[in-house]
């Protein structure tokens, strides 16, 4: 180790410091000191009770003002997904809620007082129609009469009346057991909808369509430099296929559909809420076609009243 140097005495001074001298104190503080002093004052404001106070007032005033034009949007354009309800939308939901009503008490034999009535046209399950329904009632009522002894002198009245009476009690048990199989009060979902789609074809086909509504104006020959218009394809059966029928058949599974959602447990069925998504935004699509090539005609008018569809339904942008 080398000897230690002394310090003379002369310089006034016990101890000498080589280092650099520290810099002027115009020079800049460093980053790591602004950043804290910022986020020293933003700690200070979120204590501060009366900024809190601010902050939540203008927060609860844009949610308020948000709340108010969604609720303007929906009066303006309505529900996208259900529309106005209508009487013919309505019936969707109680497709099967009233049961088949048969009378077999017109006559005395029965055997012509046969009458089969559903409330308001509702249709009978398994592609049966009222006249199918009481044409097997009375058949079975013919094959279940007791047989009539042809000698009468040997005849017991007695006997006879009872086999009628238990003969009438067993028709009358399997018309009721009848009535209740073929309503659709009884049906399966998959039944009701097929119930729907058929009152679809029926109220929007244009096979019924075109006899009440009046026809679209059809461009004139001679503005298209005389060449006729080609005739149409005459229609084979009922319509199908047409925007109105599908419009209607889209309408009527929606319908159900968001009714099952809004149940409990609704709003955890990811996939039927897709499928909603799905067929809402297809409506859509085939009402602005309609609407393209109708223009506003009679059979634009037809669909959107009956079906109470609004601007919602097809105008803008639809978010489910």
């Known amino acids: 180790m080398p000897p230690r140097i002394p310090v003379p005495s002369r310089y006034g001074v016990s101890n000498l410091c080589f280092r650099p001298a520290p810099p002027s104190s115009n020079a800049r503080l460093p980053i790591t000191a602004v950043a804290n002093a910022a986020t020293l004052a933003q700690r200070r404001k979120h204590k501060d009770p009366y900024a809190l106070a601010q902050a939540k007032q203008r927060k609860d005033a844009n949610l308020s003002r948000r709340a108010e034009l969604q609720e303007e949007r929906k009066k303006a354009l309505g529900d996208p997904v259900r529309g106005i309800t209508t009487p013919f939308l309505e019936s969707f939901d109680d497709v099967g809620g009233s049961m088949v009503i048969i009378d077999a008490n017109s006559t005395s034999d029965g055997s012509e007082g046969i009458k089969i009535t559903t409330a308001d046209n509702i249709l009978l399950n398994h592609f049966l129609k009222p006249s199918e329904l009481e044409a097997s009632i009375k058949h079975s009522q013919a094959l279940t009469e007791p047989i009539v002894d042809k000698v009468r002198d040997t005849a017991d009245p007695v006997l006879e009346a009872a086999a009628k009476k238990k003969q009438e009690e067993a028709h009358a048990r399997a018309t009721t057991a009848m009535a209740r199989i073929v309503s659709l009060a009884n049906a399966s979902q998959k039944d009701k909808t097929r119930a729907n ?26 503005t298209l430099g005389g060449v006729p218009l080609p005739e149409k394809t005459p229609r084979a059966g009922p319509d199908t296929g047409s925007s109105e029928v599908q419009i209607a058949i889209l309408t009527a599974k929606i319908r159900v559909l968001a009714n099952q959602l809004e149940m409990k447990g609704g709003k955890k069925d990811k996939i039927n809420k897709r499928n909603l ?25 037809h669909l959107v009243n009956t079906l109470g569809l609004s601007e919602g339904t097809w105008q803008g942008e639809i978010s489910l």
């Not at 789609?197 to 020959?221: K, M």
């Not at 297809?282 to 090539?293: A, D």
């Open 197 to 222: 789609v058929r009152r679809c074809v029926e109220a929007f086909g244009r096979h019924n369509t075109d006899q009440t509504l009046r026809p679209r104006l059809q461009p004139n020959p001679s």
């Open 277 to 301: 998504r799905v067929m809402v935004h297809k409506r859509q699509k085939l009402l602005r076609y309609l609407r393209s090539k109708e223009r506003g005609g009679d059979r634009w008018q």
